[in-house]
């Protein structure tokens, strides 16, 4: 199994951009699907976007056009660059498989401020 550390979360304006970033170590990294997750207060774990080990991208509805995931399987890392940040894009952004591991990072709190 592949071990997660997210991190580059932040407060920042509406309208802004900031970068998250997800350390993988073990596993076979270049093959596998990834993709970052979010979970707002009260509300249940959601994919905002993924990527395959060959590059191609999907992205939730709500992100489409704002945020852009990438990855370095040289280096096993995975990003996601946020722009036209909104409040509500405010949550713990997690990194991980798709499908995700049962086993979840700390997550990294992202905060869109009005």
């Known amino acids: 199994q592949v071990q997660l550390v997210e991190s580059g979360g932040g407060l920042v304006q509406a309208g802004g951009s900031l970068r998250v970033s997800c350390a993988a170590s073990?596993?076979?990294?270049?093959?596998?699907?990834m993709g970052w997750y979010r979970q707002a207060p009260g509300k249940q774990r959601e994919l905002v976007a993924r990527?395959?080990?060959?590059?191609?991208?999907n992205y939730a509805d709500s992100v489409k056009g704002r945020f852009t995931i990438s990855r370095d399987n040289a280096k096993k890392m995975v990003y996601l660059q946020m722009n036209s940040l909104k409040p509500e894009d405010t949550a713990v952004y997690y990194c991980?498989?798709?499908?995700?591991?049962?086993?979840w990072g700390q997550g990294t709190q992202v905060t869109v401020s009005s």
């Open positions: 073990g596993g076979i990294f270049s093959i596998m699907a």
């Open positions: 991980n498989r798709n499908p995700p591991y049962a086993s």
């Open positions: 990527i395959t080990g060959g590059g191609s991208t």
